[in-house]
């Protein structure tokens, strides 16, 4: 246990986008102790604090951030079976993809989907984190969180964190608590969640849990949605923007359009899906028949040659020229569709308005 302050970190080498300025100050810690020891250092001087992760679902503005950087990274993995579960717990500073191949290693369903997302587990219920069919929130049991005014740590059940569409009330409030640790209860033996389309159409029947996360894997990675550092599209955020949800009477108007204008032969050829509060449109889709190409680049940033939701970095860039970038395709599908498509990683110091 250690408490140290640095000063003028670069934020770029800590983020998948490798964009951005420096911390004026930073502290990396990996034990709870060190979490409010760096808290109340901050709150004597007065200091904004961010909790960083794995910079993977991050863009930081050019200017950095004029405050303290706390980096939860906090480690640990255990697992415990209680009342035909497993119980899986897990440090904030746990790498998330590791948790996932341990618990499909072991015959436990119920992450399965969610592999070969880059980044910490302890982002995961401030995102409530979800791919190809599958959201955190099913399986989170208690998040362990530190209160940032109280100092006090307390464990918060699912309904208490507010979960949402890519949401939660730590994102809605993220200058309430730091997410400590996440307990994640798990099925043995349970078979794999396939209910997402895409993947349906990619696995066989009975298919088992290794088959379903390779098979995931295999499909992140064909749309660059796996760290690789030989891949041109590495440097990026994933997917940059939430896939609208919009009232059914919405959803059919843009349906009717893409028909309309040749976009699709028929609505039945329009990506839609069931969602609470409304019907969710494919956010890729939408920006690719608005005119917006994979592959189209802009001096240092650009799409993705492989997913037209992801903007990605080829190095030498800056964040302007990202969120440029961003504007563009946000106002072009607006433009085309009277959709607004809503960021999804954390913009610090950063705005699209």
């Known amino acids: 246990m250690g408490f140290a302050v640095a000063s003028d970190v670069p934020l770029a080498p800590l983020t998948t986008l490798e964009l951005g300025g420096p911390a004026r100050f930073f502290v990396r810690a990996e034990d709870e102790a060190t979490v409010a020891q760096a808290l109340h250092w901050a709150r004597g001087r ?44 897990a440090g904030a500073g746990q790498p998330w993809d590791a948790l996932v191949a341990e618990a499909v290693g072991r015959g436990l369903g119920g992450v399965e989907c969610l592999s070969g997302i880059p980044g910490f587990v302890g982002a995961t219920p401030i995102q409530n984190v979800g791919a190809y069919g599958q959201e955190v929130s099913e399986t989170i049991r208690r998040v ?66 290794p088959e379903v996360r390779e098979t995931v894997l295999a499909l992140r990675r064909r749309k660059s949605m796996v760290l690789d550092p030989t891949d041109e599209n590495r440097r990026s955020a994933g997917s940059f923007f939430m896939n609208p949800v919009v009232a059914s009477e919405e959803a059919e108007r843009v349906a009717a359009q893409a028909v309309a204008e040749g976009l699709a032969a028929d609505a039945a050829q329009v990506p839609r899906f069931p969602a609470p509060g409304g019907v969710k449109l494919a956010a890729g889709w939408l920006i690719e028949r608005a005119g917006i190409a994979k592959g189209l680049r802009q001096g240092s940033v650009g799409i993705s040659s492989r997913h037209a939701l992801a903007l990605v970095h080829h190095g030498g860039g800056t964040t302007a020229e990202l969120l440029g970038l961003a504007r563009l395709v946000r106002d072009t599908v607006a433009a085309r569709f009277g959709v607004r498509l809503v960021p999804e990683p954390t913009l610090l110091g950063a705005s699209l308005d």
């Open 144 to 209: 362990r969180v530190l209160d940032r005014a109280t100092q006090v740590v307390s464990e918060l059940d699912p309904g208490a964190c507010g979960f949402g569409y890519r949401d939660s009330n730590f994102k809605r409030a993220p200058e309430r608590h730091v997410v400590l640790a996440v307990t994640f209860a798990l099925r043995p033996g349970g078979a794999p969640t396939i209910r997402y389309p895409e993947l349906r159409a990619a696995v066989a029947e009975g298919a088992s849990l």
């Open 46 to 89: 007065g200091l904004p604090v961010f909790v960083l992760g794995g910079g993977s679902n991050l863009v930081v503005s050019d200017d950095g951030f004029e405050g303290l950087v706390l980096q939860a990274a906090l480690p640990g993995l255990t697992f415990r079976e209680e009342g035909g579960e497993v119980l899986v717990e």
